[in-house]
């Protein structure tokens, strides 16, 4: 399976972005789907996951109220929208994808990883 994301940049905090991340090479709607990110000098941290059908939706507590994660199986896309950014959301984004029957938090549960995009926050 080969993930592609895209979508990161920079902007000012209150405003918004919206990460996708392309899947190949694999029926789509048989894996979970994940946003993990990771700041400089922190570990990788679970962001957000959304079942293999798309019908269950997870989020970080910190991001709840403000990200919302979204799967279109016919486009093999799994979205990430972000408002109300804040500085502290600034990190590199990684898309994941899991075999699993389930949506884990912990990054070592999946089996292909995106290459990163960047999001910066400025105050």
């Known amino acids: 399976v080969q993930l592609q994301a895209s979508g990161g940049g920079l902007v000012q905090a209150g405003g918004s972005l919206r990460l996708s991340c392309a899947a190949s090479?694999?029926?789509?709607?048989?894996?979970?789907m994940s946003w993990f990110r990771q700041a400089p000098g922190k570990e990788r941290e679970f962001v957000s996951g959304?079942?293999?059908?798309?019908?269950?939706?997870y989020y970080a507590d910190f991001v709840k109220g403000r990200f919302t994660i979204s799967k279109d199986n016919a486009k093999n896309t799994v979205y990430l929208q972000m408002n109300s950014l804040k500085p502290e959301d600034t990190a590199v984004y990684y898309c994941?994808?899991?075999?699993?029957?389930?949506?884990?938090?912990?990054?070592?549960?999946?089996?292909?990883w995106g290459q990163g995009t960047q999001v910066t926050v400025s105050s």
């Open positions: 994941a994808a899991t075999t699993r029957s389930y949506v884990p938090y912990m990054s070592y549960a999946y089996d292909y």
């Open positions: 959304i079942s293999r059908s798309g019908g269950g939706a």
């Open positions: 090479g694999r029926t789509f709607s048989s894996l979970g």
